[in-house]
């Protein structure tokens, strides 16, 4: 194809140049050469170069050729192997064929079905359409109601207005309330902290006072004998008591010792001692002689009296008494009481006998 279109190039180029030449020539030499003479020319050279461009184009289309016939063969192959890819699509169109027949019976199975079921879409139509109605009859006493309820919804918005400023207004109460209750609550907590140190005080003196209860005086009385303090209750157990007076001695003085077994004084004490028969007389020790009322009792109280502390503080407290006895007593008896703010009382009878020297 180059060598065609350089051909064609010189050829024009070669043409033009002779045609130049030529005429130029043909000023200075008229009768040299004719014109024909140079087409002439012309015409052999440009035959020469028609045979070389016939000569290639001879070698194209041989070229061509060749490709066509390898085409072809690479064709031949592609259509062989087309052939096989179209048996098995006729193959599988032919499977393909025989599923629709199968489906083409279910498909006219299911028409039927189908039929069957248009027919029953078309009662149930009518039911519906009759249902239409009779939703068209309720939809209308809806709206009837739903206006009368709007008329309502409008008179219980008008309501729920007045309540809300009724509301309002009690809000403000509210709030006025509860300043005042905040205030009060000031006052109570300030009330509260009050009441608990108080309670404080009173769970103090609880505690003391449970403590000062749970210690309790206990009270042993004893008598002072020739043989030593011998203890009343024991005294009592056993039989009478001598009582020895001397000659021309009516009296004999008796000391009794009260001593505080317990944790805590005994407070403010009252010891009273009585004698039976009333002619048994009682007195303080040097006091002998006198004449007074109930002179056959004698009590120890008052604020001369002091309490009577735990035997390990203070030791034991002495009561002393002189008794003098007619001579026309022979047995007497003796009771001892002793009582305290903080014990109960507890009570004592001592049986005598008098024993007087021989006369």
């Not at 169109?93 to 879409?121: C, F, P, V």
């Not at 003098?324 to 001592?350: C, Q, W």
Request: glycine share 4%; aromatic share 6%.
């Amino acid at each position: 194809m180059l060598w065609t279109i350089a051909s064609i190039f010189f050829v024009l180029i070669a043409g033009i140049a002779i045609f130049l030449i030529w005429n130029s020539s043909s000023s200075r030499q008229s009768s040299s050469l004719a014109l024909s003479d140079f087409i002439n020319l012309l015409t052999a050279f440009l035959t020469c170069v028609g045979l070389a461009v016939a000569f290639d184009s001879l070698q194209v289309a041989n070229q061509a050729y060749q490709k066509s016939v390898q085409d072809g063969l690479e064709q031949q192959k592609n259509l062989d192997a087309s052939r096989v890819q179209l048996q098995a699509v006729v193959e599988a169109a032919i499977k393909q064929q025989d599923i629709l027949n199968r489906n083409l019976e279910t498909s006219k199975a299911q028409q039927e079905i189908l039929n069957k079921n248009l027919q029953t879409s078309k009662i149930q139509q009518e039911i519906q359409g009759k249902n239409l109605e009779t939703s068209k009859s309720q939809l209308a006493l809806l709206k009837e109601q739903g206006k009368r309820e709007v008329e309502a919804a409008t008179k219980q918005q008008d309501i729920l207005n007045r309540n809300l400023e009724t509301s309002i207004a009690q809000q403000e109460l509210l709030n006025k309330s509860l300043q005042r209750s905040v205030i009060q609550q000031e006052i109570q907590t300030k009330n509260f902290e009050t009441s608990k140190a108080q309670l404080h005080l009173l769970e103090e003196q609880q505690k003391r006072e449970t403590e000062r209860l749970a210690r309790k005086p206990i009270a042993e009385i004893s008598l002072l004998t020739s043989a030593g303090a011998k203890l009343l209750t024991d005294l009592e157990k056993g039989s009478e008591i001598e009582f020895p007076v001397e000659e021309n001695k009516k009296w004999l003085r008796l000391n009794f010792l009260v001593s505080n077994r317990g944790n805590v004084e005994i407070i403010k004490p009252i010891t009273r001692l009585w004698a039976s028969p009333e002619t048994v007389l009682i007195d303080r020790p040097g006091q002998r002689g006198g004449e007074r009322a109930e002179h056959n009792t004698i009590q120890f109280s008052g604020p001369t009296t002091n309490d009577i502390e735990p035997v390990e503080v203070a030791g034991a407290v002495k009561y002393t008494v002189d008794i003098t006895v007619p001579d026309s007593v022979n047995a007497f008896e003796l009771g001892y009481i002793i009582s305290g703010k903080n014990m109960a009382r507890r009570e004592h009878t001592l049986h005598f006998r008098v024993v007087r020297p021989p006369s």
